[in-house]
């Protein structure tokens, strides 16, 4: 900070916004974006504790900028008093597109991993780290329960639990490992699925939407603004519930004109209100307002 005299401090997430916050303690314009609260993570007294810093270091923050609207009812309930922004998180729309129509067949016949899965064969993809907010365990429970013919479920991406996931995984579940470019997957996906236990507003939903892929998500911070309007009873489960994910599966995996009904509807969702350019506009706009902003001696954090 003191090298590179930043006009503006932007922290993200709990380890680096700790840092940053403990670093510059409002000397500078400072913003805070949680990217999903650390005390979601955590139980019992470590909760506890990250809740109490939480509205501790909020003092530092000229502003707290939240993903969701959902992810900010969250720090307000955790009793953290600040000056909040929400900017919705967005996508490239020029990487994340719908594809030609044959573009399923397309991406499932350059990946590898499927080459020995029937082409028509349904196919749900989980795309997140491998870890215990991801959820994937869940998943796995669910998928058990699952009964769609010829049916396969890939989970893309590595992490902490990969090695405990994969000895648990049951019939027709592959491990595609970390993927450099996902697009791929999601064209190759009937259905991306994310079964997260917190989140702020998940992005892989966001990139699926924008290529016209419906998405099932658990009700966590930010998936009920993911998704269009009358989406709700299709696509939103409740969060650790193995019995409803694996019947919204079963339905959306066994209907493939619902499916083409849902992606339709999300591409253009996606379109009108992720795009990342909005995203970085709405960001820049913040910067121009604290930028030069006076430092008082004393200051007093106000909800709005």
């Known amino acids: 900070v003191r090298v590179c005299a930043p006009d503006v401090i932007h922290a993200h997430s709990a380890k680096a916004g700790l840092a940053g ?3 510059v303690r409002g000397r500078i314009p400072t913003v805070f974006q949680p990217h999903a609260w650390s005390f979601e993570a955590l139980e019992g007294r470590a909760a506890g504790l990250a809740e109490a810093w939480e509205r501790f270091g ?14 900010r009812h969250a720090g307000q309930r955790a009793g ?6 929400v900017i919705h998180n967005g996508v490239d729309l ?19 991993l499927l080459a020995d899965v029937p082409p028509g064969a349904p196919l749900a993809v989980c ?3 491998l870890s215990r907010q991801k959820g994937q365990d869940v998943l796995l429970s669910a998928w058990r329960r699952v009964r769609v013919p010829g049916a396969r479920l890939v989970l893309v991406g590595e992490g902490p639990r990969g090695g405990e996931l994969r000895r648990g995984a049951p019939d027709g579940v592959l491990f595609a490992g970390a993927a450099r470019d996902v697009r791929p997957w999601i064209h190759a996906a009937d259905v991306l699925v994310l079964p997260s236990r917190w989140e702020g507003m998940a992005l892989a939903p ?9 998405v099932l998500l658990s009700d966590v911070n930010g998936a009920r603004e993911s998704l269009p309007p009358g989406h709700l009873p299709h696509c939103l489960v409740p969060p650790e519930d193995p019995a409803a994910l694996a019947s919204a599966l079963t339905a959306l995996l066994g209907d493939a004109g619902l499916r083409a009904e849902l992606g339709s509807a999300a591409g253009a969702h996606a379109r009108s209100v992720f795009d990342l350019t909005r ?7 913040l910067y121009q307002e604290l930028v030069g902003q006076s430092r008082p001696t004393t200051r007093k954090r106000t909800e709005r």
Do not use: Q
Request: with cysteine; glycine share 8%.
């Open 206 to 214: 966001l990139e699926a939407m924008a290529c016209g892929r419906p």
């Open 127 to 129: 795309v997140g780290r």
């Open 279 to 285: 995203t970085s506009g709405a960001v820049l706009r």
């Open 21 to 23: 916050r403990l670093a």
């Open 58 to 71: 909020a003092r530092w923050s000229d502003r707290i900028l939240c993903v969701s609207e959902s992810e």
């Open 94 to 112: 020029g990487r994340f597109r719908p594809a030609p129509g044959d573009a399923m067949r397309s991406a499932r016949a350059s990946l590898p």
């Open 80 to 85: 953290i008093a600040a000056r909040w922004s």
